[in-house]
């Protein structure tokens, strides 16, 4: 088959999407090497690609070529597939011969569209809802984002395919306690810690996390919270020293790419707080980090999260202090996910989008 992707995704960013999109693709091409892959990008010049993939540039200005344009280069390059990584298709009329593919990974706009601004809802919705309507097949990452495309768009389930999405092959190494320590002690992480690892957005819900860390009153376990600096982050350094916590809570935001599944393996236990998710990436991280975890009882949560995770209700304090006391107190060593994360097996998840792209699903 020859195979194209949207790969805006793949060559320009560094977290979600990005991941996901060099994950898929890499293992499509390491797995199946008989098919002709194309990954379709204006300006290809961040990560490193396959050799037995083409890059395909714009053929005239580049203009609206990713939303519109790029079709007559599908169809220049007799793609059997075209599969848009990231929650959108290109408008315009297909050739026939291409089957549309479209991932789509979440549609948190429509249950919380106060953390949007208007223009960009729109546009989200705008694109969501084309893609659904193109699409001969939609991969939806977890059945809650299945059930929400049926919910707010009506979409139809015998075209939708769950397929789970994993993490990055760092994670999925293994590291020595020596490489370990060395990582705590360079970073100052000398003593136990809960982790959270998430960029700081009102959705992410720092802000209750921090608080109920608070209301422990106990001065031996620390908590780490690692990501980008966003909207929240000002206020959430606030909200720190006015519970006078500021020697109990990191902050980190320089974390690279293989620090992280150190940051993770150093730690006690993980925590994900967050208000929505499409799916939960920290959540695997962790899982392969063998991490004891407490998370928000939300629908994608309980899907994906293996069994043991302790469920706590973040518009309940109590309910969330109860949690970390137990991470804290009860769990005091890894935890062996290792039939878990065979959900979540990169070869496993290449041969179902493949099965996708065949018609054999």
Known sequence: MKIGFDAKRYFHNNTGLGNYSRVL???????????DYFLFDKRPNLYAHPENVQIIRPSGTGFLWRESGIIKDIAANDLEVFHGLSNELPFGKF???TKK??????????????HYKWMDRTIYDIKTKHAIETADTIIATSKATSDDLIKYYKADKK?????????????????????????RKEKGLNEPYLLYVSSFQFRKNHSALIKAFADLKQNKTKLVLAGRKGETYDACV????????????????????EELPLLYRGAQAFVYPSLVE??????????????????????????????????????NQASMVNSLKDLIHNFTGNVNYEEHLKLFDTHKISQNIIQIYAGNN
Do not use: W
């Open 25 to 35: 693709v890499n293992e499509l091409c390491k797995h199946f090497p008989e098919h």
């Open 95 to 97: 050739p026939s011969s």
């Open 101 to 114: 593919i479209v991932t789509i990974h979440d549609v948190i706009f429509k249950p919380f569209p106060e």
């Open 159 to 183: 075209r939708i395919e769950v397929v789970y999405q994993s993490c990055g092959k760092l994670h999925q190494l293994r590291y020595s306690n020596e490489a370990i320590e060395t990582f």
């Open 238 to 257: 606030a909200l720190i020293k006015s519970l006078g916590i500021e020697k109990l809570v990191n902050l980190v935001d320089d974390i690279s790419a």
């Open 278 to 315: 499409g799916f939960g990436i920290p959540l695997i991280e962790a899982a392969f980090a063998g991490l004891p975890m407490a998370v928000n009882n939300i629908a994608v949560f309980k899907e994906i999260a293996p069994d043991g995770t302790l469920y706590f209700d973040v518009n």
